[in-house]
């Protein structure tokens, strides 16, 4: 594991809201209910709302009550905000960032989480539909949610974004080069952006690992069952996601 994730918990211990994206299914998904079962407040967007409900139901279940309340934890979960929203529309992250900051105020971490993947082929056998998917979730979706979030934490100079990068973001694979292609170009513009963030923030790419999500059978197949599930490795993930700091400032960064 990275040294930053070997840091003292301190730098995590104290409770943050936390703007995830793609919360549906997958590391999203197992992220949102660690940090809630850690005592975060989670704000999640995806495009489907049936998971949406069903995460609800999850998050009420994983969140701690709080000590003085005599509230059950269906109730003291309602701190967390769930948004049916579409990343790759400019619009609707506009208005996320406007439901987000009236209810919940200004995200301390913002996890670009949400992705998408070609099906195995050779370049020239991938769609322009699904080249344009890939691209458009993994780089605009990004750059949509950068577009409305560091405004937001500019004036007090304060805030973590944290780009889903991946392996395949420092190498090439065969088969997968729209998903490779995305990914260099996540690491790319985390390195940018960290030039022009104001000190005080940070943005850093982080490659999470090899796990078995529906994108990894998507590549691998059945081989994917031999990976780490996506709820072990939210443990580790949230230790190091908390206690990432401004001295990690355009790193490429592996859980």
């Known amino acids: 594991m990275n040294a930053v994730a070997s840091r003292a918990v301190g730098g995590g211990a104290s409770p943050r809201t936390i703007l995830i994206t793609g919360v549906g299914r997958g590391l999203g998904r197992a992220l949102a209910l660690e940090l809630a079962k850690q005592g975060h407040t989670v ?3 995806s495009r489907t709302q049936d998971k949406l409900d069903s995460l609800k139901l999850e998050l009420a279940a994983a969140t701690p009550a709080s000590p003085s309340s005599t509230e059950p ?5 309602n701190k967390h905000l769930l948004i049916n929203a579409d990343i790759t529309s400019n619009n609707s992250i506009e208005e996320l960032a406007h439901v987000v900051m009236e209810k919940n105020g200004i995200p301390d971490i913002v996890v670009n989480n949400a992705g998408a993947i070609n099906k195995n ?6 769609t322009e539909e699904e080249f344009d998917t890939v691209i458009s979730t993994n780089v605009k979706g990004i750059a949509n949610v950068l577009r409305h979030f560091i405004p937001l934490m500019l004036p007090k100079k304060q805030g973590i974004i944290v780009n889903m990068s991946s ?8 088969l997968v080069a729209p998903y490779c292609a995305s990914k260099w170009a996540v690491e ?6 960290a030039k022009e963030l104001p000190e005080g923030m940070a943005i850093v790419a982080l490659n999470p690992g090899v796990i078995n999500t529906d994108m990894l059978v998507s590549c691998f197949g059945n081989s994917a069952e031999l990976y780490q599930t996506p709820e072990s490795w939210a443990s580790k993930a949230a230790t190091m996601i908390l206690n990432l700091t401004v001295a990690d400032n355009g790193a490429s960064l592996t859980v």
């Open 43 to 45: 704000v999640g967007c």
């Open 73 to 77: 934890n269906s109730l003291s979960s």
């Open 121 to 126: 082929n050779r370049i020239w056998e991938v």
């Open 167 to 174: 392996g395949w973001g420092r190498s090439g694979a065969a």
């Open 188 to 193: 790319g513009l985390t390195r940018s952006v």
